[in-house]
């Protein structure tokens, strides 16, 4: 069993473009040691996006908890607000977009779990 809050996250990632990731479950022993998937919550700052990139191995799937995003998957636009989530399969590169007033706050799930070896710039 591991429990985990965003709050105790020592090893917070932080992205060159502004992203804040807290990696709450994963397969380092300090969030756990999950095999199978992992879980961070996500924050970009408005007027921030994340890079665009790739998975090669993993699906992952966002979960928005505050805030409206512009997503961009394989080059196809949308709007996400809180209370959706999107799917984003191996390969298709993807960025998100924070162009609110506020933090955008999502949950991103991946399986197998996250790893850095397994993001690709696009």
């Known amino acids: 069993m591991h429990v985990s809050r965003r709050e105790q996250i020592q090893d917070v990632i932080h992205t060159p473009t502004g992203e804040r990731i807290y990696?709450?479950?994963?397969?380092?022993?300090?969030?756990?040691?999950?095999?199978?998937?992992?879980?961070?919550?996500?924050?970009?700052?408005?007027?921030?996006?994340?890079?665009?990139?790739?998975?090669?191995t993993a699906e992952e799937t966002y979960y928005l908890l505050q805030g409206a995003a512009r997503m961009v998957i394989e080059g196809e636009e949308f709007g996400l607000e809180a209370g959706q989530a999107c799917l984003i399969e191996p390969g298709e590169v993807h960025q998100i977009f924070n162009e609110g007033e506020d933090d955008l706050v999502f949950l991103a799930v991946c399986a197998p779990p996250w790893t850095a070896g397994d993001s690709f710039p696009a």
């Open 23 to 56: 990696e709450l479950i994963g397969s380092p022993e300090a969030a756990g040691g999950a095999a199978q998937h992992s879980l961070a919550e996500v924050v970009v700052p408005p007027g921030k996006s994340s890079e665009p990139h790739y998975h090669q």
